[in-house]
Structure formats: structure tokens, C-alpha cells
């Protein structure tokens, strides 16, 4: 009748960017990524005795609008899966900024999605869990894990769903470099429906995935720091650069992107392994070594005055207290999660 | 025996970026210039009088010795167009900045071609100088006609010339922001290189450019001067985006660059039509109606304080004295060229 989930955003690697499917969010093509140990997103979900429209709170005051009917359908789409059309009250609360490509909607729609489906009795698997999640947002699908996690973007409903990286032999961390906490100028979906409808990059970035992200699978595999850093950051500038073709052309990157990764290039430069990755927004958020994110974080500190940089370490899967008892909604992914045996 | 030319930087709304045949310059697209009023390239060439090495002298001193090797090939081609193995001297000088992505190999060569072939005695028509122009860098053969110019791509050095765009119907200036004058980190002949050969996004960039010069000749034609901007904006971020993509990627916009996109789409929110358009190097400039450019820049220059902005009216072709007698090289470019009617 009420739980209560806690989920982390999630950083690609490789990116998830353009929708085969609007509706049911099947994306072009696969991606992976990293959880973070950083602004999780709490979420409580509790059942309303008679049928009566969804309510839905963030930090205590109503949600905006759009995004409450957004959260509403999703809502609406657990209660079918549970047979019932009673309503529900949402509590959310994000300990990070909201819609900034800082993943919010990642870590919020995988909490939803958790504490949704305790509270309407559903026992998902963790794969269907992910694939919950997807509908409300896509990379949502992946922070139901921890560490890395690989989206395969299937074909259908049922194809696409995240599973953990059990393989993976990288100490990996992030230092995110907020440039920008506001909200962004376009939102990542309609961007995306843009990149898909008139960039003639859109094609080539799908077609080139499948070996990117073998690369990205292997390097993993072996170890290589220096692989899994180069194949990111070309990947997230592919992504961009597939925007910048769009019609009109999408563009996040900001003065302070360009800045900081111009300072992660000369910390490369210095012999620090830094590689930058940004999403939906001007953020850059730096890959490296979980050994040297604290040498990376005071690094461009001194390189980029004005900008709040902060350490995230892989961060773990869901998890929902229902009822008083703690579920691990994270499955295998301990496996490749934090202090998890390599 | 000694010629001495003039010739303007010209930059491209229709971008050139990548070669077909590296040795004869042969590029993969077509492309479309607008010829500037500043910073022109004076150079003098003079026949020695016996068999000797060129002698290359850059505003008085020996030019570095990769460029001047360049040179002296040039030299050697035009000598042996004119069935003489006679040696020259070169005095060249810049008004602008030299390698930094403000056209000036483009003056350059353009204004060595003229000089040479006449000091040389060769009576080159414009189209033969155009392809002569462009065998010592591409975007020379635009160069040599003043206002708008298609450079064809062609498929071999007979068909790959420039000629004067004749039908433009639109008042065009250019203010140029220079953001870095020094010589950029890569040379943009390397960087197309690594473009054509490991960027995904090469292939679209190619296969596109006949609808977008079509476009823009259209645009150009009705004199419809914001399609003509958004066009070129489009194409410019393109040409970067294609870059972006390849390995390792290319990036010349830096921060100051992503400060001036952000103002030049600032003055079209406030009604002030301009457009931005880059190339290898991160000076951004900024197309907008010649009625205009006054308060392009003054807008610009508020809203970048440490920034130096040059206005750039229509330029003319390349000019050649020799003897003492002036010649025209622009041909039939009057017609496209400042104060020609319309």
C-alpha cells in the first residue's frame, strides 16, 4: 500500500540519444553507462483508498503540470499492470538539480518505477523493473543497477531493458563539473525527436553503436582505463555533434563546456587520465580513476574558478522499503557495483 | 619577370571541408564564398635571372620553412606551365592574421597565383587562374573573384575551378570576431584529412552539400537574406559536427567561440538578423545585411567586452600590376562584386 525508493542517477558512456518508439521509449540504439553515488532521488508512493486522481508532490508542493501528467500516466500504466484503477499520491524529492542533464529524470522514473510497483503489489524481476522504468524515461532503465549497466535497446516492450555489466574490471568515478543547474533550453526529448527527424548524422550515429559499444564492452572487459575514456569522450562529442546537424541545430554546450574540456584535454596532457562526457545540458562530467577523482577534482578546480565540481563514485541500484522491509531492487548488479570483488 | 597581386580572404557560407585527391586539391563538395575588404595579401614575385632556389620572404624575412617549401612547388608548377625552369623571388605580405582560420592562405595563394603566372608570363583567364590558385590551397580559388563565388568541385583539375556567383541579390556583409589570432592547433589540412578518414558523419557531409548549395543559390537569387544566414549557420556547425566526429575528434570552437554563437543568437531574439559561421580556427564571424553591420558589431562587442570585431564589407578580386600596367584578374566578378548593380 506505501514504499518507499531510492535511486541514482546514471552517467552514459555510451549514449542513449534518439527513440525508434515515442510511445513505449524503444530507443535507436543500445548504451551503457555508470551509476552514481551521488543525488539520488527519494520517492514514496502510496495507494489512496478509493479511485480518485493521482496526486503528485515534489519537495512537498505540487509537481509542475507537465511533469505531473507525465508522472501520472506512468501511474496509471502500474495500476493497469496491477488489475486496478486506484490512484495513488506520489512524494519525490531530488537531493540533486532537476532537468539540468544531471539525469534527474534517470534516478526518478527508476525510484518511481520501484516504489510503484511495491506499493501496487507487483513483484518485478529487476529486468522487468528496468523495463518499467523505461516507459517513463528511458536511461531510467538503467539506474535500476548499479555500476555499469548496458540498455539493449531490443525492438519492443518486451526486448528492451537494462542488465548489469558483470565484467566490467574498472575503478571508475565521475567529478562533475556544474557549469549550469538550471533547467535546460530544449528538453532532451524533443531534442531527440529533432536529431532523428532532420540531422543527416543520425543515421551514421546509429549505425556506428554496435561497434562502439562492443569497444566500450571490451575495454571494460580488459581493464583499459585509457580505451573506456577515449571511446566516451568521442562517443559524447559524436552525440552532440549529431545535434549540431539538426534543423534548426541543438546545442548544450556552452561557454564553460568548451573551458572545461579544454581542461580535462590539458590535465591529459599533465599524465592524469581525464575524459569528458556531457549529456542534455552544459554539464561536463569528467572520467576518471576512482584513485585520482580527488587529484581530477582539484585539478580543473584550479583550472575553471568559477565552477562547483563534484566527486560521484559508482553508485548502487534501487532500493525500496516496503512496508518496513528492505528490498534490494538491484539483482545481480553487486557484481560490478562498488567494493564488489573485481 | 616581376608582377605584383592583390587579393582579399574570402570566407565560405558553403563550407569546403575534405579532399578528394590530396595532391591536386580536389575537393569533396562544392562550395561558396563571400569575398571580404580586409585583410588583404600583397605579394610580389620576380624572376631571377638564372637557375637558383626560390627565394620566399614573408613581410621582409624568410618565410618558416614548411610554408616556404610550399611555395616554392607552387613556383616550380606555374614554371613549368610557362616551360621555364627559372627561379623566383617572393616578398609577401598579410594585413591580417596569418593559420589562424581567417582566410589567409586563401589571399595568399590567390595573390601568388596572380603574381607568379604573370610575372612568369602566362595569360591566365580567370577560370585557368582560379585552378591554379587552387592547387596551392583549396579555398584560393575562390579568392580570385570578388563578392560571391561557387568553387566546383569537379571530379579533376580541368573541371574543380571557382567562378563568380553573377545572380546574388543580397547586401552582405561580414563582422569578424577574433577571438584567437594565433595559428591553430592543428592545420586545417591535417584535420580534413583526419575528417575524410575516420569521421561516421563524413559520408552525410558529402552527400547533402548539392541540396545545400542549391539551397543557398536559391536563397542567394531571391535575395532572401535569412535563409541565406540560416543556411550558412547550419553549414558551418556541420562542418564542425563532422569534424567532432572523427578520431581522435577535432575541435577548433572554444569558449570564447560558444560565447559569440550564444550573442549572435541573442541579437536575432532582439530582432537584429545575424548569423554565425566558423572554420578552422575559433574566430566566429558573423554575416548580417551591410545596412547593418554597424550595429551587428556594436551589439556584439556589448555583449563580448574583450573581443575585437572588424566589419567586412564585400570584397573584390585579385589585382595584378605588372610592369606597371594594372590588370584586372576578377574578370566577369563585377557583377557580384560591392557596387556592382543588382
New interface residues.
Partial sequence: MSATAIAFPNIALIKYWGKRDEALIIPQTSSLSLTLAVYPTTTTVSLLSESAPHEVLQDGAPMPQAAAAKVARFLDHVAELAGTTRAARVETSNAGPTGAGLASSASGFAALAAAASAAYGLDLSPRDLSRLARRGSGSASRSIFGGFAVWNAGSDDLTSYAEPVDDARIDAAMVLGIVNAGAKPISSRDAMRRTVETS??N???V??NPTELAFMRDALRRGDFTAVG?IS??NA??M???M??A???V?Y???????L??AVAELRNTGLEAYATMDAGPNVKTLCRSAEAASVRDALAAAAPGIEFVIAEAGPGVSVSDHGVSVSGQGPTAIAGPGAPR
Fill in positions: 543527416p548524422y543515421a551514421p550515429w549505425a556506428t577515449e569522450e568521442r562529442l559524436r552532440h555533434a549529431a549540431l546537424g534543423v534548426p541545430p546545442r554546450l556552452t561557454a564553460g563546456s568548451m573551458a574540456l579544454d
